[in-house]
């Protein structure tokens, strides 16, 4: 079965052409950061008109790169949310013209299982159930995937995304947009010790997570070190940082796993990227016999074959879309 996908929730043009939810024929990406790094994040009506402009373009670079045409598409798969509300709109106007013109069915997808999906491409053989860790620009969920499109919302953020805290403090470190790649290299060259940077854990057994103090903590250290006069080693914030983060989010992710008696701990989003995070949960995992998956850098960010992925799954557990779908811009996960 072909599907084929399409996402622009944010600030990636993006066109997929997929089979049977794990087989990638084409996924074409066109970012729009060089364009929004100017403004230090993304502008929303930018965004909007930038995906206008490139979406007819995209999806006919994924046809032919996949070597097809329309008519060998069964399903289109589009995100619904959650995402810039203009953003979203091109995509799911562009689905539904598709879906109406070459009637076909249409399925809308939460960008955020999107991100989970993109798993099941990297890894050919990987099932539900399993313990997943969200971490993305704009979330942070905990979740028991029970089965394929049906998860147990178990954790969330109650302020910044992880992938948020990483580009706030890239900014203030004077790193371009987005910062968490950036955070990334500096942490291998700085001491992840240097300075003690809180980890915030919040109540006994709680799955939440919280970024906020940490990111004033950050902040408030970078002012007093500029105010003694003293000299700011961006390598060492940025490590110490890095790991004050990570700490958290691994602790957490293996607590649900045990609790859950689950081996197999998946991680997704962008931050999902970060390598201290994947050799942290790595270790982890090996010590105490818990399989770790996460997917290559490229299907980690935003791109429309996780949509296909996700928009497959749901569509063969029966889950229904028609022409009435509208853009959901706060859409959660359950
Ligand atoms: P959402 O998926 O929540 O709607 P989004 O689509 O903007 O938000 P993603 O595309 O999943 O977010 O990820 C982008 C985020 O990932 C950015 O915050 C970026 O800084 C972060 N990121 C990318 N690579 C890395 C890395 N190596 N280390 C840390 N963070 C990273
Ligand atoms: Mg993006
Ligand atoms: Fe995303």
Redesign the pocket.
């Known amino acids: 079965m072909l599907t084929l996908a399409i996402e622009t929730?944010?600030d990636e043009t993006s066109c997929a052409i997929i089979r049977d939810g794990r087989e990638v024929l084409s996924n074409i990406i066109s970012s729009q950061i060089d364009i929004h790094r100017k403004f230090g994040g993304v502008v929303p009506e930018i965004a909007s008109r930038k995906h206008i402009e490139a979406i007819n373009n995209i999806i006919q670079e994924a046809l032919d790169e996949a070597k097809c045409t329309f008519n060998d598409i069964d399903l289109i798969g589009v995100t619904q949310g959650?995402?810039l509300v203009g953003a979203l709109l091109v995509g799911i106007s562009t689905a539904k013209a598709l879906a109406y013109g070459l009637n076909k069915p249409i399925m809308g997808v939460n960008?955020?299982e999107g991100?989970i999906c993109a798993n099941y491409i990297e890894h050919k053989d990987l099932k539900p159930p399993f313990t997943c860790l969200i971490v993305?620009?704009?979330?942070t969920y905990l979740v028991y995937a029970k089965d394929y499109a049906d998860y147990e919302l178990i954790g969330r953020t109650r302020d910044d995304?992880a992938?948020?805290a990483?580009?706030k403090i890239a900014r203030a470190l004077g790193l371009p947009y987005?910062?968490?790649?950036f955070?990334?290299n500096l942490s291998k060259k700085g001491n992840n010790e240097a300075i003690d940077f809180p980890r915030v854990f919040l109540e006994n057994n709680s799955y939440d997570f919280s970024f906020s103090g940490l990111k004033t903590a950050v902040l408030n250290y970078l002012n007093q070190t500029k105010q003694k006069g003293e000299e700011i080693v961006i390598e060492d914030v940025a490590a110490s940082f890095q790991q004050a983060v990570l700490d958290v989010l691994v602790d957490k992710s293996f607590r649900l796993a045990k609790e859950k008696s689950s081996n197999k701990i998946v991680i997704a989003?962008?931050?999902a990227?970060?390598e201290g995070l994947r050799k942290m949960m790595e270790e982890r995992g090996s010590r105490e016999n818990i399989e770790i998956f996460y997917p290559s850098r490229i299907l980690c960010?935003?791109n429309a074959a996780m949509i296909g992925s996700a928009a497959y799954f749901n569509y063969i557990k029966g889950k229904k879309s028609d022409l009435h779908l509208s853009v959901e811009p706060n859409l959660g996960l359950k």
Not at 178 to 181: C, D, E
């Open positions: 929730s944010c959650p995402g960008h955020i991100h993305s620009g704009g979330h995304a992938g948020e990483f580009d987005p910062g968490g790649p955070i990334d989003g962008g931050v990227a970060n960010t935003d």
